[in-house]
Nanobody, 126 residues
C-alpha cells in the first residue's frame, strides 16, 4: 500500500508563496501519476495539477502560471509551488497517486487516483 504525506502548508499573506511537498513511502514511485487537489466546504474537490510518468503536466486553466507541479523520483517527492496566493486559495491541499503513470493527459480527475494523503491546510489571510 502506498502512503503519502503532505507538508508545507500554513498561514500566508495575500501575494505570498508556499511550496507543498508530497512524500511517498513505497516504490515504484517513478511509475506513478502524481496529482494535486484541494477541498473546501463550498467548492468541494478541485483538481489543480498532475504530472505523469514521462513528465507530462496538466494544469487547471485558471491556475496555470501561478502553480507549478514537479517531481523528484530519486527522493520520492512531488511538489506544488504556489505563487501570488489569494484568499480564494484557502483550502486543504492533497496529493494523490495513480499506478499506470499515463492518465495525466487532458485533465485532473480525482476518480482516477488510487491513493491519497491526509492533506495540509493552506490559509491565505491578512
Amino acid at each position: 500500500q502506498v502512503q503519502l504525506v503532505e507538508s508545507g502548508g500554513g498561514l500566508v499573506h495575500p501575494g505570498g508563496s508556499l511550496r507543498l511537498s508530497c512524500a511517498a513511502s513505497a516504490p515504484p514511485f517513478h511509475y506513478y501519476t502524481i496529482g494535486w487537489f484541494r477541498e473546501t466546504p463550498g467548492k468541494g474537490r478541485e483538481g489543480l495539477a498532475c504530472i505523469g510518468k514521462d513528465g507530462n503536466t496538466v494544469y487547471k486553466d485558471s491556475l496555470k502560471g501561478r502553480f507549478t507541479i514537479s517531481r523528484d523520483n530519486t527522493k520520492k517527492l512531488a511538489y506544488l509551488q504556489m505563487d501570488n496566493l489569494t484568499p480564494e486559495d484557502t483550502a486543504r491541499y492533497y496529493c494523490a497517486v495513480e499506478g499506470t503513470g499515463y492518465i495525466c493527459t487532458d485533465g485532473i480527475y480525482s476518480n482516477l487516483y488510487d491513493y491519497w494523503g491526509q492533506g495540509t491546510q493552506v490559509t491565505v489571510s491578512s
